[in-house]
């Protein structure tokens, strides 16, 4: 029973099963099915991982690969997929009212669904999952139920319904050139996509999927959902959700899209992200917005090293990818209590000087100060960015490190006022214990993160020898040799 | 001739597409807005089924005696469905918080809900909107149409 | 303004789609796996509609996720409406009421039969899920005050979904991969035929009706309620 | 195996936790000075003829990082270590009491101090580009702590602080990468093999962002303006900390990276399209201005902190200036200006701050008459103002000279003039201060003030020692600065005890200093044994214009002290600098609304077409193209 | 070089220039005398105020710093004139050079300061004030002769410089050599003394605005004598820096005595300039043609 399938598939059962238990008196089974179903999940993942030896495919039904769905299990999925149930877990809702289980519903939801996402090898499929987490989260962003929050759902919902639709017509046009779904078939067809229509098609693709992956232009639901909805849902979507979006455009890009022109699109877009994301985030006056245009920022970069060509960028994007989830989840925990007006939080510090230092900390390490995980992160893209050394990725360079100055900038806003002197004696409230549990585990993970970092960069080297290496994936899915049944 | 057909189906699938697209994009009006974004997953979803399309081809069922005509590709038949049901669940999902914004903020108005998001957003930041009361030159805040507030109440 | 640039940028998008699909080659497609699944299917599968086999055999992933999705849509919807809330209304006329009953049964076997012979006939558990959906609301509005009972729409909506993955969860029990069709083929056009494809499409059958039902249900209360 | 530098290093280290501990008892205060002392000697122990290395170094990401330290990050260190030292003695004793029960978190305090030390010691021992640049931003931030310690105005001055060091730090960063790209490795050896053969362009780019990126630790000219608030506010330890030796890291960095690594011969390789103007040539003048303007602008100031803060930012232009030229006389004038200027620097924050300690203020408008009542910090800051305005005989007047010669010497007339006025300058801004506090009118509510206490002036007038000796003796120093000069690369300079041995002019300061001590005494010698008594009247007894003036009036002349002076420069105070500061804030909050309006659509989704139109136009362009 | 030999110079060096610095007060007052038709002081006038004033019975010190002010002044000139070279005398010269010399004579200056700041009459303190500012007026211009000096004989050393102009005779010597920054020279010159138009500092003729107002007795015998010293060094190292030194007592204590004519006789001609005014005049002029002069030493 370590077929991976299972990660996908029990979340999804305890999702179904979950509204059962409100109505039977059965709440301590509501309690304990998501957080188990999701360790389980995790516990699987984690043996996978463990016994992992080399690239395989499932194919589901039993149907030989181009055919059926296959799913595709290398280091590079694992590791996404492995940290959907752990994060899920982390930003758990919680409660047993009939609210707080459609929400558990919705997460573990989510969770099938990313998980899918990391590991399913099929375009279609991928879409099928990319619009299961995205109706799971127009319901997340709603689930504070407030004015502002069925506003910001909704509005979240027509972009990406809008992106979904621009998708559905690029997954047709690639289907009318090639007649395929699975991407170790299409990778083998990548000649007839190398043309303006296909380059059209990953374009549509980008911006559909790019809507969750807070891509530039289809971004603008980011601050208001972030505003509206609860923080760990923020960090939920901001953290995990966008990563796994961004994961299936890098498995599009690599696979399917080689192209240096699709590429410099990835690049481009990235740039601007940064910018915008960056810029708006200067004039922000409350802790959530100025995260959410932060978190905007930072996806931009790892769109940006994503899009630089071979081993380097794939080691720099994860890097830059699981910095930014570890970071932005535990900020957005953080921000629970603090979510106003950055002037309200003067003398945060001393209601909450555990809370206060470990917001310090992934304020530096968001802005990279060595030795924290987050400057090994940025000098992989930088030391990227300056090898491939065009003109364009020149500029990249120059907007990151300018983004950077800015969000020292507004994140030291934040500090100072956390240190300051309270203000006619409001103190901004505590904690909770779980937000500062969460974030203290996940200041844990990356100060072990600090020390570990030469081994864990000798892991991605390996992850992203096989990750982009097209020849592997499409001999292990249509060569039948990695092929489980 | 079956040039022509070809051009007409496209037509249709993207003119279907950025119709839709259209009333999403020009339209104020929520519900309009959830209309609009069905017709243009049609057209989607027509240019879908308009790839799996062969000339002179029976339907995917086997029927006895007749397996070996030439049929239509399955696959996107099978997509199409998928995305068919996606889009409903979508649709049933943007209706209900249409109704929700509707009874919060009594408009269905997509500039007048945004504006009062922002607004509570800022409100319950603590953040002073960064607009003066007068508002700029050129965008002068309307009062709201007084139809919809009295259509809007909960109590009816 | 904003509305003169939208439509240049339509007209645009337009063009270039236009341009874009005109490239492409119509009514000859590669058919790539197409050909192939027709060819494999009926031995493998062993449905006589093949869009069938595509979407419970081949393609049985995205129909477990399209089903996650309703029931996504159904659990947000829930979330956002909150709890139903007694129903008012006046009920319909007598001609509503008679012709409710009189079709509720005959919605009931056409929903049921729509389902059950999806794997031969165009047609299946979305399909018949839908008039089944349908046969039940109809009854809520020559009746309103009465009302579906939550409690067994959401029972039917868990187990049929569950059911789903149980039935390939099987097949993974069998040291095969997931939702593998179980049991045999039979004899390709029987009614009883094609392994479990047609217990998939009952349990999906189920489940989006009592999705849709519920989704109906909630919507129409919060309508009447809010107006 | 565990060497002197990890020794050190480790001592460091472990003395944070223990400042945390112990910072807030008078006994533990002076157990954490004893630890300074304990490093200092650690320091000492190191060879600084041959470089040190760590026993700490490991492969990270492909680079091998490790730490080294040669007689240039000694020569740092030992300055660094010991103005650490000299800030915590003066806060030991009452100085910490007072403050802390005011409320200044003593432990954040003590624990900043040690900080800075260890992050300047890692900055001044990295061995390659990645330790260097761990050191550098773990010296940044570092600074931050000790900053924001006093709060009030120190927060905004440190918001500033901090953007401008990220910025710095980003450029360094950038430098690093395009390093990296051009040579292919991140080792110090790497770039200095490969300097000459790198194209122009690659070397421009190198040479540029890493002297940029120093530059604005330095304030150097374009980036003056966060230093002078953001050291001035802080705590008086830490301002006297930071003020001596700070922003010198900058000055390391360069004199490592272009002098030692690029090298003088590729630098010269950098001129513009004539070779009218190279990179060394901009920067002496960027140097020149850097001493000159900050100058006129500390005249200004109202604030003591505020001034010398300023004088701070000037001074760093002379060393700039040194290193440079680069030449033997002036790169050693530059390297033995960071000694002497963290010496008198220290003096001159600390007789300010006992100041501030004793009256509580530093508005040199509501200070003044102190000299009666803190004669030992009159005389503590007069040392440091003959030392600040580089007058013999205190070492200020030493490495002013050598650069002043070397500027001479290499044919650099109108900078040799520059420099001058900058001098001229310090000269009236340094008078201004010590008159508005010591001189003149003393105020009625200052009448009762006391000396400070012994564990302030004790570290001040150790100070004045030092200042005094190394002016008499330069060679004490100079043979230290020699050997960095050779560590770096360069000649040293050919030095004596007393000074400088140069065919065209030499300089030897124990002759100096003897003649001018034999004619002050002979001063001494007409004006006390001929002619009559003189009677000694109260200090608060004055009169002007035959009218006598009574204390409670203010007739101290302080506000607008050089109003002459100011009549016919101020128009030259543009602001510029200022102006344009706030103007790219401006424009960088207009750019941010920019960017909110694009968020902050009425229909969001009208980007998705936006988007898909333009970037599928761009395709298809592409594709035509 | 012997060390009785360089104690003979310290001592004596200093008592040459006293006594040519009285001679050039009496000088001073004579031409002023002369030129407003009047028969002047007898020779010893000089001499016998500051006895006089040494001899005075009320004198106010205003405390210690009062007092080591004046000490510094004059101490800080006594140093001075040890550095620079006179015939026969250029031992300790040897030791210093031009940028020393420079430094050193700011120490008056700013004993004079310190010593008025400390009697806390808000007249010095504007005195002082304008002093400084003097100072800073006219030392750009000097410092660029300097420079200019220095660049041209490719020393700082003052006794090299004496030494290179002797060599060629009156061809070499720094004025025909170097024409724009002599006459630059000149005009800092002028400011150097404090004579009108630059006096506004000492501002004789409002006693009550000025550095002296606080100075009684031996106070300002103290200043008499720095004066004396000022005359000395500023004509000394004129002559050194331009008009090749002194070959033998005799041309030396000329061309000392002839360079001051012309400075005093203008101090006699012209009104006095305000501050700004002093330093708007010796930022413009001097500083052109000092510059020009640089140019043509360094082509």
């Known amino acids: 029973m370590t077929d991976v399938t299972l990660a996908v598939v029990l979340p999804l059962l305890g999702a179904f099963l979950l509204p059962l238990t409100a109505h039977r008196g059965l709440h301590w089974l509501g309690m304990l099915l998501g957080p188990a179903l999701l360790a389980l999940a995790a516990l699987l993942l984690f ?64 969770a099938a669904a990313l998980t899918g996402m990391a590991l399913s090898g099929d375009l279609f499929n991928l879409y099928v999952f990319y619009e299961l987490a995205a109706v799971a989260s127009y319901g997340l962003a709603a689930s504070s139920a407030t004015g502002p929050a069925f506003v910001a759902a909704f509005r979240f919902l027509l972009i990406s319904a809008l992106g979904s639709v621009v998708t559905l017509l690029g997954i047709a046009l690639i289907y009318f050139k090639t007649g395929t779904l699975n991407l170790a078939h299409l990778a083998t067809l990548s000649e007839r996509l190398a043309d303006p229509q296909g380059l059209a098609a990953f374009a549509m693709l980008l911006i559909g999927f790019g809507v969750k992956a807070e891509l530039f232009p289809v971004n603008a639901w980011v601050p208001e959902v972030y505003a509206a909805t609860g923080k760990r849902v923020a960090a939920l979507l901001a953290g995990l959700a966008s990563k796994l979006a961004v994961l299936a455009v890098v498995r599009i890009l690599l696979l399917v899209f080689p192209h240096d022109e699709a590429r410099q699109l990835l690049l481009l877009l990235g740039t601007l992200g940064v910018l915008s994301g960056e810029l708006a985030a200067w004039q922000a006056r409350d802790v959530t917005r100025m995260l959410a245009w932060s978190s905007i920022g930072q996806l931009g970069v790892v769109l940006v090293a994503f899009s630089l060509p071979g081993k380097a960028g794939l080691i720099a994007g994860v890097t830059v990818a699981m910095h930014h989830l570890v970071v932005k989840s535990a900020l957005f925990l953080l921000a629970d209590r603090w979510g106003g007006a950055v002037d309200r939080l003067k003398g945060a510090a001393t209601a909450s000087p555990l809370g206060a230092a470990l917001f310090v900390l992934f304020a530096l390490s968001l802005l990279g100060l060595p030795p924290l995980p987050g400057f090994w992160s940025k000098y992989l893209v930088l030391s990227g960015l300056a090898e491939a050394g065009s003109g364009m990725q020149h500029l990249a360079l120059g907007v990151i490190l300018l983004g950077t100055v800015i969000e020292g900038g507004y994140l030291l806003r934040i500090i100072t006022r956390l240190y300051a002197a309270p203000e006619r004696d409001i103190v901004p409230p505590a904690h909770r214990f779980p937000n500062l549990f969460a974030s203290g585990l996940l200041a844990l993970l990356l100060v072990a993160g600090a020390i570990l970092i030469d081994p864990l960069w000798q892991g991605l080297n390996t992850l992203a020898a096989s990750a982009t290496d097209t020849q592997v994936y499409v001999q292990t899915v249509l060569g039948g040799k990695g092929i489980t049944r | 001739m079956n040039w022509a057909i070809g051009l007409v189906m496209f037509v249709g699938a993207v003119g279907l597409s950025v119709i839709g697209i259209a009333g999403m ?132 | 303004m904003r509305n003169i640039a939208t439509l240049l940028l339509l007209g645009g998008l337009s063009f270039l789609l236009l341009v874009i699909t005109g490239g492409l080659l119509f009514g000859n497609p590669p058919m790539l796996i197409g050909q192939g699944i027709q060819q494999a299917a009926p031995t493998e599968v062993g449905a006589a509609n093949i869009v069938t086999a595509v979407v ?44 409710v009953d009189l079709l509720f049964p005959l919605m009931l076997v056409a929903g049921l039969y729509v389902v059950m012979h999806g794997h031969l006939t165009p047609g299946g558990g979305f399909q018949g899920g839908v008039i089944l959906a349908a046969a039940f609301f109809l009854p809520l509005l020559a009746r309103p005050q009465e009302s579906l009972d939550h409690t067994w729409l959401s029972v039917i909506e868990a187990l049929a979904g569950s059911a789903f993955i149980a039935l390939g969860l099987a097949a993974l029990f069998e040291g095969r991969a997931f939702l593998t069709p179980l049991f045999d083929h039979g004899v390709l056009g029987a009614l009883v035929s094609s392994g479990s494809l047609p217990l998939l499409y009952l349990a999906v059958g189920l489940k989006v009706g009592a999705e849709l039902a519920s989704l109906l249900v909630r919507l129409s209360a919060d309508d009447e309620g809010a107006s | 195996m565990i060497g002197a530098l990890d020794m050190l290093l480790l001592a460091a280290l472990a003395a944070i936790p223990l400042s945390a501990l112990f910072a807030t008892t008078r006994s533990g205060r002076w157990l954490l000075v004893a630890a300074y002392a304990v490093q200092f000697g650690l320091l000492i122990m190191l060879q600084p003829a041959t470089a040190a290395h760590s026993a700490l170094s490991f492969q990270l990401l492909g680079n091998a990082v490790g730490w080294q330290m040669d007689a240039l990050g000694w020569y740092f260190a030992v300055i660094t270590i010991g103005s650490a030292g000299f800030a915590a003695a003066y806060a030991a004793g009452e100085w910490s009491e007072v403050n802390g029960r005011l409320g200044l978190s003593l432990r954040w305090l003590y624990a900043g101090l040690q900080i800075n030390v260890l992050a300047m010691l890692l900055l001044l021992a990295s061995g390659d580009f990645v330790s260097l640049f761990i050191g550098w931003e773990l010296t940044s931030w570092a600074g931050l702590i000790l900053m924001l310690l006093a709060g009030g105005d120190a927060i905004r001055a440190s918001l500033r602080y901090i953007v401008y060091a990220i910025a710095g730090g980003m450029t360094v960063f950038a430098g690093l990468v395009i390093t990296q790209a051009a040579v292919g490795s991140l080792q110090f050896d790497a770039l200095h093999a490969a300097a000459p053969s790198l194209g122009t362009g690659r070397l421009w780019a190198i040479a540029l962002l890493f002297i940029l990126g120093f530059s604005v630790k330095m304030a150097s000219m374009p980036f003056h303006l966060w230093q002078a608030p953001a050291y001035a506010y802080s705590p008086a330890p830490g301002s006297s900390f930071l003020g001596s030796i700070s922003a010198r890291m900058g000055l390391f960095g360069i004199a490592l990276v272009a002098i030692k690594l690029i090298g003088l011969a590729q630098l010269d390789r950098l001129s513009l399209v004539t070779d009218l103007v190279d ?50 006389l002036g790169s050693a004038g530059g390297l033995l200006h960071v000694f002497n200027h963290a010496t008198y620097q220290a003096i001159l924050l600390m007789a300010v701050f006992a100041v501030i300690h004793r009256t509580g203020t530093a508005d040199l408008n509501r200070l003044g008459g102190l000299v009666t009542r803190m004669p030992l910090t009159f005389l503590a800051m007069l040392i440091g103002i003959i030392g600040l305005a580089g007058l013999p005989p205190m070492n200020g007047f030493v490495s002013k000279w050598m650069i002043y010669r070397a500027l001479i010497v290499d044919g650099h007339p109108l900078l040799f003039v520059a420099t001058v006025i900058s001098t001229l300058g310090t000269v009236l801004s340094v008078y201004k201060l010590l008159h508005n506090t010591f001189l003149g009118q003393l105020r009625l509510e200052h009448e009762q003030i006391h000396e400070a206490p012994w564990s302030m002036t004790v570290p001040m007038l150790l100070l004045c020692v030092v200042v005094f000796v190394t002016g008499a003796a330069p060679g004490l120093v100079l043979q230290y600065v020699a050997a960095a000069q050779q560590a770096i690369g360069l000649e040293p300079v050919r030095y004596i005890l007393g000074g400088i041995e140069s065919p065209t002019g030499s300089l030897d300061m124990l002759w100096i200093t003897a003649i001018l001590f034999a004619g002050f005494g002979i001063g001494a010698v007409l004006f006390y044994l001929i002619g ?6 109260h200090q608060l007894d004055n009169y002007a214009g035959g009218h006598f003036l009574t204390a409670d009036v203010r007739y101290q ?23 344009t500061e706030s103007a790219l804030v401006s424009a960088l909050g207009a750019a941010s609304t920019l960017a909110r309006g694009f968020f902050e659509q009425a229909n969001p989704a009208q980007w998705v077409l936006v988007g898909t139109t333009v970037i599928m136009t761009w395709v298809m362009w592409y594709a035509l193209g | 070089m012997h060390w009785a030999e360089l104690l003979a110079e310290l001592t004596l060096m200093p008592l040459v220039a006293f006594i040519v610095g009285l001679f050039m007060v009496l000088m001073m007052r004579k031409i002023g005398a002369r030129l407003q038709r009047r028969i002047g002081p007898p020779l010893l006038q000089p001499l016998y105020d500051i006895v006089k004033l040494f001899g005075k019975h009320t004198q106010t010190s205003h405390g210690l710093l009062h007092e080591f002010g004046i000490v510094m002044a004059v101490g800080g000139y006594v140093a001075a004139e040890t550095l620079l070279p006179v015939p026969g005398m250029n031992g300790i010269a040897e030791k210093g050079g031009m940028i020393t010399l420079l430094y050193l004579t700011m120490i008056p200056s700013l004993g004079l300061a310190l010593g008025v700041g400390q009697c806390a009459n808000p007249n010095g303190s504007i005195g002082i004030s304008r002093a400084l500012t003097a100072m800073l007026a006219y030392d750009i211009p000097f410092v660029i002769v300097i420079a200019g000096v220095a660049m041209h004989f490719g020393t ?31 005009f800092a010159l002028q400011g150097m003394l404090g004579k009108q138009p630059f006096e506004i500092y000492v501002a004789p003729a409002e006693i009550a605005t000025g550095p002296m107002v606080e100075m009684g007795g031996k106070f300002l015998g103290g200043l008499f004598v720095m004066q004396c010293f000022q005359l000395y060094t500023a004509s000394v190292l004129y002559v050194t820096l331009f008009l090749g ?45 000092g510059l020009l002069g640089l140019v043509f030493v360094g082509s």
């Open chain 1, 47 to 110: 043996a996978t991982w463990t016994a992992f030896e080399s690239p395989y495919a499932i194919a589901l039904g039993g149907f030989a690969p181009p055919l059926g769905i296959t799913f595709y299990v290398d280091l590079l999925g694992l590791l996404f997929a492995l940290a959907v149930p752990l994060t899920s877990l982390l930003l758990w809702p919680g409660g047993s009212d009939e609210a707080a289980i459609r929400q558990q519903s919705l997460t573990l939801l989510l």
């Open chain 4, 532 to 537: 009559g008594r003189s009677r000694r009247v």
């Open chain 5, 245 to 289: 030194g002194g070959e033998n007592w005799v041309s030396f204590l000329a061309k000392s005595f002839a360079v001051l004519v012309l400075p005093i006789s203008v101090a006699f001609l012209f009104p006095r300039y305000r501050t700004e005014d002093v330093l708007t005049m010796l930022w413009k002029w001097p500083v052109i043609l």
């Open chain 4, 279 to 328: 990179l060394r040539g901009l920067l002496t003048w960027v140097a020149v201005f850097t001493a000159i303007l900050p100058t006129f602008v500390a005249m200004r100031q109202n604030d003591a902190r505020l001034l010398l803060g300023w004088h701070g930012v000037g001074q760093g232009g002379y060393m700039l200036l040194g290193v440079i030229i680069a030449d033997r």
């Open chain 2, 25 to 156: 994009l020009m339209s104020n009006h929520l519900f309009r807005m959830v209309l609009a974004l069905a017709v243009a997953e049609a057209g989607a979803n027509l240019l879908l089924i308009l790839a799996g399309y062969r000339w002179d081809a029976a339907a995917p069922i086997l029927l006895p005696g007749h397996s070996t005509q030439a049929m239509v590709d399955p696959v996107p038949q099978a997509m199409v469905l998928t995305a068919i049901v996606i889009g409903v669940g979508v649709q049933a999902l943007a209706l209900s918080l249409v109704i929700r914004v509707r009874q919060h903020y009594a408009t269905l108005d997509m500039r007048v809900a945004r504006q009062r998001m922002q607004d509570a957003l800022d409100q319950a930041a603590g953040v002073v909107p960064p607009r003066s009361q007068e508002g700029p030159a050129g965008e002068r805040p309307l009062p709201a149409p007084t139809r919809t507030i009295e259509a809007g109440g909960p109590h009816d």
């Open chain 4, 557 to 579: 002349y302080s506000d607008n002290f050089y109003a002459g002076l100011m009549h016919r420069i101020r128009p030259w105070y543009r602001g510029s600098f200022e102006w």
């Open chain 3, 56 to 99: 419970l055999g081949y393609r049985g992933l995205d129909t477990l996720g399209e089903l996650s999705i309703l029931f996504a849509a159904a659990t947000a919807g829930g979330l956002v409406l909150g709890s139903t809330r007694g129903r008012s209304g006046r009920p319909g006329g007598f001609i509503l009421r008679t012709g």
């Open chain 5, 156 to 186: 700082t050393n003052l006794v090299d410089v004496v030494a290179q102009q002797q060599a060629g005779g009156i061809e070499t010597w720094g004025a025909t050599q170097m024409p724009l920054l002599a006459l630059a020279g000149l």
